[in-house]
């Protein structure tokens, strides 16, 4: 991926860390190549702005409860520079939407609770027998109706 990057130092629970591989796992089965955080993240950080939309903030707000962004684990990404962008334009969307004031490193955190929503949904119906691209398509689905 071209494009300046930004480096992240992060410093986050242990859950949060399991929250970050299991990401990276998900990403790397899904394209079938070893992937990163840096690359789950890139790939996803345009599509954070609907994030907002898309989920009940009690939900949102169950899942920063446990999933806690603070913690002792350290790590730093490097994304891209737009990624970072995207991310903190959509943190006040995400703040107005909860009711509460949220950090970076926890609109990061919905963007990859979003992103293993849909990754788990896609992989429950291809067990079921679906092919990947209906799979998704009724993930979609699925969404839609979450959202009414």
């Known amino acids: 991926m071209g494009g300046q990057q930004k480096h992240i130092s992060l410093k986050v629970s242990d859950y949060y860390f399991r929250l970050s591989t299991e990401a ?42 446990l999933i806690p962004s603070v913690g002792n684990t350290e790590f730093g990404i490097c ?3 737009s990624s970072e962008q995207s991310i903190s334009d959509a943190i006040p969307k995400l703040e107005k939407a909860m009711g509460e004031s949220i950090a970076f ?5 919905l963007l990859l609770f979003d992103y293993i929503v849909e990754a788990n949904a896609t992989e429950v119906m291809t067990k079921l027998g679906m092919n990947y691209k209906d799979a998704k398509s009724y993930r979609n689905l699925l969404k839609k109706r979450t959202i009414m």
Not at 30 to 38: A, D, I, T, V, W
Not at 39 to 54: E, G
């Open 24 to 65: 990276i796992r998900l990403h790397s089965n899904q394209n079938k190549e070893f992937s990163s955080l840096e690359r789950v993240v890139d790939d996803r950080a345009q599509a954070i702005d609907s994030i907002a939309l898309q989920y009940d903030p009690e939900d949102m707000k169950e899942h920063m409860r």
């Open 79 to 81: 994304i891209l520079q």
């Open 105 to 109: 490193k926890d609109a990061l955190s």
